[in-house]
């Protein structure tokens, strides 16, 4: 019976609950300068097809223009069973909102995403987390039909508790409470691997599973 209660309970709450991606709240008087350095993804909730899979880490730069930059790395599983290492680069446009910003990737990186997706800061300290969201496609009813979300650190050993509860929090308000994965991190990638850096061979291979 408290079970029943318990899921009724959290049923209402999401119910009751706005997931509509125009209202989502982003981080207010976001500080880019702060933002840039070393990520390390802990946790993600993957789009529809093709995504990284652990051992992610993403640097952010800022460039001299002021607009920002990144790298970021990861393993990813193409041809069902063929483990590579995807090296990727994105540039950053401004919008009206600091936190909120259109990312385009670049190279072989364009070809394993979508090419140019939202980037959205929605809460960070700068020196231990950050919560990440992209919706890449919204739903006749103003929700996210397809979308990511990245959980980051400064440190690869995850979270502090005390960060724990934060994000926990951000994850509910976007509706994404349960749909996290962990990111494992290694410390390496396994002798074999295929290092794509050249958007032609990725290409290439896409081309033939189309």
């Not at 590579?84 to 446009?93: L, P, V």
Request: with cysteine.
């Amino acid at each position: 019976m408290l079970r029943c209660i318990v899921s009724l309970c959290l049923l209402a709450v999401c119910l009751a609950q706005d997931c509509q991606v125009a209202n989502i709240q982003v981080m207010q008087n976001f500080d880019r300068t702060r933002y840039v350095g070393t990520w390390y993804a802990v946790a993600k909730k993957d789009p529809i097809g093709l995504f990284l899979l652990d051992n992610i880490v993403a640097q952010f730069v800022m460039e001299e223009d002021g607009k920002m930059s990144a790298t970021a790395e990861g393993r990813v599983i193409i041809l069902n069973n063929w483990e590579t290492c995807a090296n990727m680069y994105a540039t950053f446009e401004d919008t009206p909102d600091p936190a909120k910003f259109k990312m385009k990737y670049w190279g072989a990186a364009a070809t394993l995403q979508s090419g140019y997706d939202d980037h959205w800061v929605i809460d960070t300290d700068y020196d231990n987390y950050a919560v990440h969201y992209a919706c890449r496609e919204v739903d006749y009813d103003g929700t996210c039909l397809d979308g990511y979300s990245f959980i980051f650190s400064r440190h690869p050993t995850g979270l502090r508790p005390e960060d724990q509860r934060i994000v926990t929090q951000r994850k509910q308000e976007l509706c994404l409470l349960g749909k996290y994965r962990r990111v494992v991190h290694t410390g390496g990638f396994n002798e074999g691997l295929v290092e794509f850096t050249s958007s032609i061979m990725v290409g290439f291979i896409f081309w033939i599973l189309e």
